[in-house]
């Protein structure tokens, strides 16, 4: 797969002067392709959770060296790698827990974050497991859709305010999330109306986190496109999202290794831009 070089260095080599005295020496650019101090910051979908081959020390934050953030941080080099991404975590986690560990001169940071807060785990259990009823799910679904719109913009405004605190020079790369359900098909995993509700749900989400992003300045990596045809309940094979997992249910509905790589890792590569 065709992998994009990173950002352009932060800071500038100081031109050499000139004097009358001897033949101009030549300026030392190597500066300006280092690559820089990367933080990735988030939720479970960052953190690699359901991927696979997560670290050994990691704990109840399953992160793997599948994740997105591993894998660019592997592709390009990066000075220092923060892997902070944890799975559960809100956007107050976020702030509490990883915020505090990014270094002032981070030159590019990665986030995902968002869905907790709307009580995803929740969703997946009242909506998409066999004999949940459809008043269960749509309660769920009415109260994320509430949280929503009423308390997600204020928690995405701040924790974006403390990332742009945190790295004030750095470039910063927001992702939403994937449809995690293929609609249209006869499939075990939720009704077809649930499957399509709650698509609608992370499209809402999505367009939330870009709004927020853009008014910071930050980049947003859309993952939809590339997942399409590779969600649950795709045909067997192309799935890039696990169903349910037993007995391991956490790792239940995440992008699994080729979800990371095919489809997280590109759009994350492209926002972040060339060198």
Do not use: K
Not at 70 to 97: E, I, P, Y
Not at 118 to 129: K, P, S, V, Y
Not at 227 to 247: K, Q, S, Y
Request: aromatic residues 6%.
């Amino acid at each position: 797969m065709q992998r994009h070089r990173l950002l352009a260095a932060l800071a500038a080599t100081p031109l050499l002067a000139l004097t009358a005295a001897g033949p101009a020496r030549a300026v030392d650019t190597s500066a300006l392709d280092a690559p820089p101090r990367y933080a990735a910051l988030g939720d479970s979908y960052a953190a690699g959770t359901g991927a696979g081959a997560y670290e050994q020390d990691g704990g109840d934050c399953h992160r793997s060296a599948n994740a997105y953030p591993a894998l660019w941080a592997a592709d390009h080099g990066a000075t220092a790698f923060l892997a902070a991404a944890c799975s559960g975590a809100t956007t107050a986690d976020v702030r509490r827990d990883q915020l505090p560990r990014v270094a002032a001169d981070t030159g590019l940071v990665t986030l995902t974050a968002g869905g907790n807060d709307l009580g995803f785990a929740q969703a997946a259990g009242d909506c998409l497991q066999p004999l949940t009823t459809e008043s269960r799910c749509d309660r769920t679904l009415d109260e994320a859709e509430r949280r929503l719109r009423e308390e997600l913009p204020d928690r995405l405004a701040e924790l974006y305010d403390g990332v742009r605190t945190a790295a004030p020079a750095a470039r910063v790369v927001v992702t939403g999330y994937p449809h995690l359900l293929r609609t249209g098909t006869t499939c075990l995993i939720g009704t077809d109306p649930r499957r399509q509700r709650f698509n609608a749900l992370t499209d809402e989400l999505d367009e939330l986190i870009r709004r927020q992003a853009g008014t910071f300045g930050f980049g947003f990596a859309d993952v939809r496109t590339a997942f399409e045809g590779h969600e649950v309940c795709a045909p067997a094979g192309r799935e890039w999202i696990t169903g349910i997992v037993l007995p391991r249910l956490w790792e239940s509905f995440h992008p699994t290794a080729d979800g990371q790589s095919l489809g997280y890792l590109p759009a994350v590569t492209a926002a972040a831009g060339p060198r």
